[in-house]
Nanobody, 127 residues
């Protein structure tokens, strides 16, 4: 059983930055493709970013390209989401997700492709 725990959310002013972390239990984190998704109140879950287990491939949602960066440290079983130039539209609960995939160049961009999910962390951006 893999558990994902997010941290780093909070309240920030528009234009500010936050770094989210997602730490996984278990010994096989290095074979997990990881993703970040978000869900704003009253809206559907949205793809934010994804990274292959090797870290060599990353994808971003259109609304965050150029502002957010996903990275991972397999030695620490942790994936990060650096969020810069935040705006009120980024306000949402952010979830990390993981799935085992041995392809070093694969990372899913759909929530249905992920098996493990964290509980989420709230990010609120004030104007």
């Amino acid at each position: 059983q893999v558990q994902l725990v997010e941290s780093g959310g909070g309240l920030v002013q528009a234009g500010g930055s936050l770094r989210l972390s997602c730490t996984a239990s278990g010994r096989t984190f290095g074979t997990y493709a990881m993703g970040w998704f978000r869900q704003a109140l009253g809206k559907e879950r949205e793809f934010v970013a994804a990274i292959s287990w090797s870290g060599g491939v990353t994808y971003y949602g259109d609304s965050v390209k150029g502002r957010f960066t996903i990275s991972r440290d397999n030695a620490k079983n942790t994936v990060y989401l650096q969020m810069n130039s935040l705006n009120p539209d980024d306000t949402a609960v952010y979830y990390c997700a993981g799935v085992i995939d041995t392809n070093p160049r694969w990372a899913g961009r759909s929530a249905s492709e992920y098996y493990y999910w964290g509980q989420g962390t709230q990010v609120t951006v004030s104007s």
